[in-house]
C-alpha cells in the first residue's frame, strides 16, 4: 500500500473500532470525562466500551478499570483525556499492548505554544515507534452513527439524538466549529455517517480522513470545514481517488490571505494569494468548493440525495410566484446558469394545461394553481425535466403548507422524467421536505441557495482532468532573491518565448552607438538585480530617440543610484518599442503546499484594480491555457470587440503554457515570476514579454 493507504486504513480501523477505551474518564457531568462514555451509553454504541480511571470503579453502570494493562482484551481504539503531560505516557502504553488507534482529545499541545509543540512531536515520534494511529490531539472526538459510536465531547450531544445514518462523511479542522455544523446537518436531516474533529493532526491530516472516507463502502459523500491543508501531494491523491469512484468532496475553505506579505514584490504576488491558490487547485482536482456553513450543507444533501446531476447549465424554472421567477433568473445569470427560451412545441403543450393567464415562457409562472391542479403540475414539471433546454428545472413552491400538500406528489411523480428537479419551498413542512427527499429532490427555503446549488453542481459534474502539461527544466538557479530584467528574459528566450530585441549598455557612449541600430524609438530601462519596481526607481524610460539615448542613460542611473545607492546595477536595458497589441499580466507565486499558482489577466498596470484575472494550478497546457483566458470578463477584448481587430490568443495561450511548465520545473527555487505587461498582437503575429521580474528562494546562508 501506498502510505496514503496506510493512513487510510488505519483511519477505517478508528471509525470501525468494536471496541473502545477511554483514559480519563469521570462519573462527574460537569467535567469533560464523563461525556464520551455517557454518549456511548446513551446512543447504544454497538461494540464494548471500557472506563479506565485508577480513581473509580462504575460509570455509567459500566466497570472501570485501572489502567489499559487491566482490561480483558485489547481494545481497537483508545481515547485519551488527561492532562498534556501524561498523555505521551498513555499511548506508549497502548502502542505497546498493540492497540490500534487513538483519539487524543486532551488539548495542551502545539496550539499553547513550545512547551506544548514539544509534547506534540513526542506523540509523534512514540506514534512512529509503536505503528498506533493518532486523531489529534486537541480533537473534539469522532462519530459513527453506523455503529452508534459518539466518543466526543460536543455539547452539540447533549439535547437531541445522534443525526440519522446515512452516506455523508464529515471532516474539520475546527472542533467547536466542525460539531456546531454537525448539529446543523442532523436537524437539517442530513443522513451522516462519519465526523471526524482532526485537532492539531500531530500525525494524521486532513488527507488521510478523506482518502478513508474515500474508501469507506457506506460513504458516497465527503464534505470538510478546513484552515490549511498540509501534504499537498496525498490531498491531489485522495481527491483523485474520490473523482476515480464518483464521490464529491465539499469543503469550506477559510483563513487569512497571504496577499499582503506577498504585495511588495510583484503584481503577481498581490494577486496569487493564499485563498486563490486553494481555489486554483480545487479546481485541478475537481472539488466542490463551499462559501460558508449552510452552502456546504445545502450541497451535500443535493449530492446525496439527486439520482442524476445536471449535464450543462441550462436551468427550466416554473413558480407559484412570478416574483420569485424573476428572483431566480436574477440569480442564475449572476450566477453562471442559462435560462433559455422553451419551444414553440413545448410552449404548446404546456398552454394546454396552463389556465389563459398563465406565463408559459421560462420561467413558468403557474400562479396560485401550482398548490391546486396537481394533474397540471405533473404535467409541466415532467414537461420541463424532458425539455431539450433543460439541464435541471427549479420548482418554486412558496406556500408549501398549504392545500394540504397537495403539490407534493406529482413532483414526486415526475421526478426521474429527465432532468434533475430542485424544490424551493420556504414553507414546506419537514415531513414534505423528508418526503421530496426520499425520491430525490432537495429542498432548500430560499431561490439563492438552489442556484448557489445548481451553479456548484454544475461545475463538478462538468469537470475534466487537466490536459498532460510536463514541467521543463529550467536554469532558475542563478543565485538568490531579484534577478535583473535582462537575466529573467534570456531564461525566458531559452524555454522559447518572445521577448523584444534587446542589448544592456554600460555607458552613455555605448548607448548611442546600439541606439542607432533600434530604429526611431524605443525603451531604456535599469538593468538591476534586487530592484522590483523600476519606475519607481526612475528607471524607465519610453520613447526614447537616438539623438537622446546618451543623456537619458545618465538620467537613469543617477536617478536610480539615488533612489537606492546600494542597487546593484548592471547597466540599462536597450529595446525595441512594440506599440500594437493589447497588454496583458501572466505570472505563477510559489503557494505551499500545493506549488506554483499561474495567473492570467488583461490591462497592464490597471489589472489590480479591475481585478480580472483568471487562476490555475501549474503546469497547465495551452488547450487549458486558453479556458482559462476565455474565463475572463475582458476576453472579448482579445476576440476582436466591437470589429476591432481579433488578437493572437493562441500565442497568449502558448505563453501561459510555458510559463507554468518552467514554474513547476523550478520548484521552490522560483518564488514569483511575474510578466507586467505582456503584448498580445494581432492574430498569427504572437505575443511578446515586454517586462518580467523573476523572484528567487533566498538562500538560508
Known amino acids: 500500500m501506498t502510505p496514503l493507504a496506510e493512513s487510510a486504513a488505519g483511519v477505517l480501523r478508528m471509525l470501525d473500532a468494536q471496541s473502545v477505551a477511554v483514559v480519563g474518564a469521570s462519573g462527574d457531568p460537569e467535567k469533560i470525562g464523563y461525556l464520551p462514555v455517557h454518549y456511548l451509553v446513551k446512543f447504544g454504541y454497538e461494540g464494548r466500551i471500557y472506563p479506565i480511571n485508577p480513581r473509580l470503579t462504575e460509570v455509567e453502570g459500566l466497570t472501570v478499570y485501572p489502567s489499559l494493562t487491566d482490561l480483558p482484551e485489547i481494545p481497537d481504539l483508545v481515547a485519551i483525556m488527561v492532562g498534556a503531560p501524561l498523555v505521551p505516557d498513555v499511548l506508549e502504553e497502548a502502542g505497546r499492548l498493540g492497540v490500534s488507534a487513538a483519539v487524543i482529545i486532551s488539548s495542551g499541545f502545539a496550539e499553547v505554544g513550545e512547551e506544548g509543540a514539544?509534547?506534540?512531536?513526542?506523540?509523534?515520534?512514540?506514534?512512529?515507534?509503536?505503528?498506533?494511529?493518532?486523531?489529534?490531539?486537541?480533537?473534539?472526538?469522532?462519530?459513527?452513527?453506523?455503529?452508534?459510536?459518539?466518543?466526543?465531547?460536543t455539547a452539540a450531544l447533549t439535547s437531541g439524538p445522534l443525526a440519522p445514518p446515512g452516506r455523508i462523511g464529515i471532516v474539520s479542522q475546527s472542533g467547536a466549529f466542525g460539531t456546531v455544523l454537525y448539529g446543523l446537518a442532523r436537524d437539517q436531516a442530513l443522513g451522516l455517517h462519519t465526523y471526524i474533529s482532526a485537532g492539531n493532526e500531530a500525525q494524521l491530516g486532513v488527507s488521510d480522513y478523506i482518502a478513508a472516507l474515500v474508501e469507506h463502502p457506506e460513504i458516497t459523500t465527503i464534505g470538510g470545514y478546513i484552515e490549511a491543508i498540509r501534504d499537498g501531494a496525498s490531498f491531489a491523491e485522495a481527491a483523485a481517488a474520490a473523482r476515480g469512484s464518483g464521490q464529491p468532496i465539499v469543503l469550506v475553505k477559510v483563513g487569512a490571505s497571504e496577499a499582503g506579505t506577498l504585495a511588495a514584490a510583484s503584481?503577481?504576488?498581490?494577486?496569487?494569494?493564499?485563498d486563490r491558490a486553494y481555489e486554483a487547485a480545487f479546481g485541478r482536482f475537481g472539488v466542490a468548493r463551499a462559501i460558508d456553513e449552510q452552502h456546504l450543507l445545502d450541497l451535500l444533501e443535493a449530492f446525496d440525495v439527486l439520482e442524476k446531476l445536471p449535464s450543462g447549465n441550462r436551468i427550466a424554472i416554473a413558480s407559484m410566484s412570478g416574483g420569485a421567477g424573476v428572483l431566480l433568473c436574477d440569480a442564475a445569470e449572476e450566477h453562471g446558469l442559462a435560462v433559455l427560451p422553451f419551444s414553440n412545441e413545448l410552449?404548446?403543450?404546456?398552454?394546454?394545461?396552463?389556465?389563459p393567464y398563465a406565463a408559459v415562457a421560462n420561467p413558468v409562472d403557474f400562479t396560485g394553481q401550482f398548490?391546486?391542479?396537481?394533474?397540471?403540475?405533473?404535467?409541466?414539471?415532467?414537461?420541463?425535466?424532458a425539455a431539450e433546454t433543460a439541464d435541471a428545472v427549479i420548482l418554486f413552491a412558496g406556500l408549501g403548507w398549504t392545500a394540504g400538500g397537495a403539490w407534493v406528489d406529482p413532483v414526486i411523480d415526475a421526478a426521474g422524467s429527465g432532468a434533475p428537479i430542485i424544490v424551493v419551498s420556504p414553507l414546506a413542512t419537514e415531513e414534505q421536505r423528508a418526503r421530496l427527499r426520499k425520491a430525490g429532490i432537495p429542498t432548500y427555503h430560499s431561490p439563492l441557495q438552489a442556484i448557489r446549488v445548481l451553479e456548484t453542481l454544475v461545475k463538478w459534474n462538468t469537470w475534466e482532468p487537466p490536459e498532460d502539461a510536463d514541467p521543463i527544466a529550467s536554469s532558475w538557479n542563478q543565485g538568490s532573491g531579484i534577478?535583473?530584467?535582462?537575466?529573467?528574459?534570456?531564461?525566458l528566450a531559452d524555454a522559447g518565448l518572445t521577448i523584444p530585441r534587446g542589448v544592456v549598455v554600460t555607458s552613455a557612449r555605448e548607448a548611442e552607438e546600439v541606439a542607432a541600430s533600434f530604429g526611431s524609438r524605443f525603451v531604456m530601462k535599469v538593468s538591476?538585480?534586487?530592484l522590483s519596481h523600476k519606475t519607481e526607481a526612475g528607471g524607465v524610460r519610453i520613447g526614447v530617440t537616438p539623438a537622446t539615448a546618451g543623456p537619458v542613460f545618465e538620467e537613469i542611473m543617477a536617478a536610480v543610484t539615488g533612489f537606492d545607492p546600494k542597487a546593484q546595477i548592471d547597466g540599462v536595458l536597450l529595446e525595441e518599442m512594440i506599440d500594437e497589441g493589447l497588454e496583458a499580466i501572466i505570472g505563477s507565486t510559489w503557494h505551499e503546499p500545493f506549488g506554483h499558482v499561474v495567473m492570467v489577466g488583461l490591462g497592464g498596470v490597471s489589472v489590480e484594480l479591475l481585478g480580472d484575472v483568471a487562476f490555475a494550478l501549474a503546469p497547465i497546457g495551452p488547450g487549458d491555457a486558453r479556458i482559462l483566458i476565455e474565463s475572463l470578463r475582458s476576453y472579448p477584448l482579445l476576440d476582436g470587440y466591437r470589429g476591432a481587430v481579433p488578437l493572437d490568443v493562441e500565442a497568449l495561450a502558448q505563453t501561459v503554457s510555458v510559463v507554468s511548465r518552467l514554474a513547476a520545473g523550478a520548484d521552490s527555487q522560483l518564488r514569483e515570476l511575474d510578466l507586467n505587461p505582456v503584448k498580445v498582437l494581432p492574430a498569427g503575429k504572437g505575443a511578446v514579454i515586454l517586462d518580467a521580474l523573476a523572484v528567487l528562494e533566498v538562500s538560508a546562508e
Open 347 to 355: 410552449v404548446g403543450r404546456l398552454g394546454e394545461v396552463l389556465p
Open 118 to 153: 514539544e509534547l506534540q512531536r513526542r506523540l509523534i515520534e512514540i506514534a512512529d515507534a509503536t505503528g498506533i494511529w493518532v486523531c489529534g490531539p486537541n480533537s473534539v472526538g469522532i462519530i459513527n452513527a453506523a455503529t452508534r459510536m459518539a466518543l466526543t465531547f
Open 371 to 385: 398548490v391546486t391542479n396537481t394533474a397540471g403540475l405533473r404535467t409541466v414539471v415532467a414537461e420541463l425535466a
Open 267 to 274: 503584481h503577481t504576488g498581490a494577486l496569487t494569494g493564499d
Open 483 to 491: 534577478l535583473s530584467e535582462a537575466a529573467a528574459k534570456a531564461l
Open 528 to 530: 538591476a538585480a534586487g
